[in-house]
């Protein structure tokens, strides 16, 4: 599969952005989806995921209240809403895909098979 994430850019802080993973190949459906995100000099981390039929969802706890992941799956895509956006928030943001997870959400980055390009997203002070 080949997922390709968009919807970065700059904001400030306060701001608002919903980010958009498409993917191609097998049937969307059958992934538990995720995104996590990666800044400079930093591992990549956790930010949400979500089960196959898009009833269950799992939240970092620093975005949590703040961001919301679904999916749509007749469109195969996921989107992350990102509201009241901090300076922390800054990183790039991937999607991934998980075919053979066999619990409802997967938090863990190797668990993930597939992954996007990243988008990047920028808050200012």
């Known amino acids: 599969v080949q997922l390709q994430a968009s919807g970065g850019g700059t904001v400030e802080a306060g701001g608002s952005l919903r980010l958009s993973c498409v993917a191609s190949?097998?049937?969307?459906?059958?992934?538990?989806m995720g995104w996590f995100r990666q800044a400079p000099g930093k591992r990549r981390e956790f930010v949400a995921t979500?089960?196959?039929?898009?009833?269950?969802?799992d939240y970092a706890d620093s975005v949590k209240g703040r961001f919301t992941i679904s999916r749509d799956n007749t469109k195969n895509t996921v989107y992350l809403q990102m509201n009241n956006l901090e300076p922390d928030d800054t990183a790039v943001y991937y999607c991934a895909a998980d075919f053979a997870a066999r619990v409802a959400v997967v938090t863990t980055v190797s668990e993930y098979d597939f992954w996007g390009q990243g988008t990047q997203v920028t808050v200012s002070s």
């Open positions: 190949g097998r049937a969307f459906g059958s992934y538990v």
């Open positions: 979500i089960n196959r039929s898009g009833y269950r969802k």
